[in-house]
């Protein structure tokens, strides 16, 4: 992209700690000054009074063009999931290279890059899944790929196609700390899914309603229970995805209180919807609100705000996850499946900025801007060794901008679906926020809700094991 000289004027400036009205320079895709009255010749100039002027968001969980344990391949391509990100808010996203027994990590990296190369509208690095960890993966192929900028591992503790077993667990846990690694983990007891599957689908409770009591929140629990000790055994920080409950919150605050040192976090979906949504008599709407774990109660949702609060999780990502509405996605198992035949996972890279900010500006939670840019963009920059380049405003960082009008009023709707799901979770949300225009590195890739930028303007970001983690 060829480099312009840009002016943002008179901004409400959202630092991770603090808020300030100032002026912008942009100058060589960076933040070049930050300051009161700038008065310089600019090639644009963007007024921006009354407006906030924020860092790019950073969705650090979401699965795009990812084949999954099914062999379904997400819904998206990487240019329809980047455009639902940047007309979100987002600059910066983080998908997954998922490996299976038998596959070499290399190649799935390799291919995955493929996808991504001139296809992404918005910046990206990878989590590598390591479902097959042989001894060739664990001991050449993984620190080789360390080295070369894919510092992030995540694994599974159940799905048939996915989990690994304990010492599998401790052993890729070892090889992260000797290469500088961050491991991320989807942690639920999958013995106790198992058995509870079988038990529902012999006593025909196959609506969608019963995919909530498959995944009982004590198999959560027990899942957390179980990392966090590995992670404090082997003194290597892991990052537990998508809490779900209330329960598994409390084993968060538990293991943190007592000095482990590792990272939580939660996702839109968590904090907005809950499991009614599954109940209803149409199972071809209630298999929407599919995904794993479960979105939970009311109760589990108010928890989890406290949670981000008090600063037990630390960040909000969307685990976006789209399958289209279709037979060829929700339905690819017929028109009547039972609920472990509906593919897990809902699309979010959309709707995660809105929804958030929206509770945020409304006081409907107890946050305000600076730890919305913290749990949206700093701390994913931070844990996931971005930062200080994406994640905050600051002199030489990125120009990764979002200018929200605080004061537009949006109705999601399934009209407004870009991705490849072909349906909106929360249709019928009113926000009071929305992004007029977004910048990467300091070109306009969204104005006015339209895609500005091209398909290949977003590059691979090589990451490293920061010095926060």
Same mark, same amino acid.
């Given at each position: 992209m060829s480099?312009?000289?840009?002016? &943002?004027?008179?901004?409400?400036? %959202?630092?991770? =700690?603090?808020?300030?009205?100032?002026?912008?320079?942009?100058?060589?895709?960076? #933040?070049?000054? @930050?300051?009161?009255?700038i008065s310089v010749s600019v090639d644009r100039e963007i007024d921006a009074a009354n407006k906030l002027v924020l860092p790019g968001g950073i969705d650090s969980h979401c699965h795009i063009e990812q084949r999954s344990a099914s062999g379904l391949v997400n819904s998206d391509t990487f240019l329809s999931?980047?455009?639902?990100?940047?007309?979100?808010?987002?600059?910066?996203? @983080?998908?997954?290279?998922?490996?299976?027994?038998?596959?070499?990590?290399? /190649?799935?990296?390799?291919?995955?890059? *493929?996808?991504? +190369? /001139?296809?992404?509208?918005? =910046?990206?690095?990878?989590?590598?899944?390591?479902?097959?960890? !042989?001894?060739?993966?664990?001991d050449f192929q993984l620190p080789k790929l360390i080295r070369e900028g894919h510092s992030s591992i995540k694994i599974f503790m159940t799905y048939d196609r996915l989990r690994i077993d304990d010492n599998s667990i401790h052993r890729i846990l070892e090889q992260a700390k000797q290469c500088g690694a961050m491991v991320s983990v989807h942690a639920e007891n999958h013995e106790m899914i198992t058995k509870k599957?079988?038990?529902?689908?012999?006593?025909?409770?196959?609506? $969608?309603?019963?995919?909530?009591?498959?995944?009982?929140?004590?198999? +959560?629990? =027990?899942?957390?229970?179980? &990392? @966090?000790?590995?992670? +404090? *055994?082997?003194?290597?920080?892991?990052? #537990?995805?998508?809490?779900?409950?209330?329960?598994?919150? /409390?084993?968060?605050?538990?293991?943190?209180?007592?000095? %482990?040192?590792?990272?939580?976090?939660?996702?839109?979906?968590?904090?907005?919807?809950?499991? !009614?949504?599954?109940?209803?008599?149409? &199972?071809?709407?209630?298999?929407?609100?599919?995904? !794993?774990? $479960? %979105?939970? =109660?009311?109760?589990?949702?108010?928890?989890?705000?406290?949670? #981000?609060?008090?600063?037990?999780?630390?960040?909000v990502s969307s685990d976006?996850?789209?399958?289209?509405?279709? *037979?060829?996605?929700?339905?690819?198992m017929g028109n009547n499946p039972n609920f472990k035949e509906i593919p897990n996972g809902m699309p979010g890279l959309h709707w995660r900025l809105p929804i958030i900010l929206n509770n945020v500006l409304r006081k409907q939670c107890n946050l305000d801007l600076h730890d919305f840019v913290r749990i949206t963009s700093t701390m994913p920059a931070k844990i996931y060794g971005l930062y200080p380049k994406k994640g905050e405003i600051r002199i030489g960082s990125d120009a990764d901008i979002t200018i929200w009008n605080k004061d537009k009023k949006v109705t999601l709707t399934d009209d407004m679906v870009v991705d490849g799901s072909k349906y909106n979770p929360y249709t019928g949300f009113e926000v009071f926020c929305w992004p007029d225009?977004?910048?990467?590195?300091?070109?306009? @890739?969204?104005?006015?809700?339209?895609?500005?930028?091209?398909? /290949?303007?977003g590059k691979f970001l090589p990451t490293k094991l920061s010095d926060y983690i």
């Open positions: 480099s312009q000289k840009i002016l &943002i004027k008179n901004g409400t400036v %959202v630092y991770s =700690d603090k808020v300030e009205v100032t002026d912008l320079l942009i100058e060589d895709q960076v #933040i070049e000054r @930050i300051e009161n009255n999931g980047t455009t639902a990100a940047a007309l979100g808010g987002n600059t910066t996203v @983080i998908p997954f290279a998922a490996q299976y027994e038998g596959d070499s990590l290399t /190649n799935i990296v390799q291919k995955y890059h *493929e996808l991504a +190369e /001139n296809n992404a509208i918005v =910046d990206y690095s990878m989590h590598m899944i390591i479902a097959g960890p !042989s001894d060739d993966v664990i599957v079988k038990e529902l689908l012999n006593n025909n409770c196959t609506h $969608p309603k019963y995919h909530t009591d498959s995944h009982p929140v004590d198999g +959560e629990v =027990d899942a957390f229970k179980r &990392i @966090i000790k590995m992670s +404090e *055994e082997t003194k290597q920080p892991v990052m #537990i995805f998508h809490v779900s409950s209330e329960k598994g919150l /409390n084993e968060i605050k538990k293991g943190k209180l007592r000095g %482990v040192h590792f990272f939580a976090e939660t996702c839109t979906q968590y904090l907005s919807l809950n499991s !009614s949504l599954l109940s209803q008599s149409n &199972i071809k709407e209630a298999a929407k609100w599919i995904c !794993s774990p $479960p %979105v939970r =109660d009311k109760s589990d949702s108010e928890a989890l705000w406290r949670g #981000i609060e008090e600063k037990v999780l630390d960040l976006h996850a789209p399958y289209s509405f279709d *037979e060829k996605g929700k339905f690819f225009e977004v910048l990467l590195r300091g070109h306009t @890739i969204v104005k006015n809700n339209k895609i500005m930028g091209k398909q /290949n303007t």
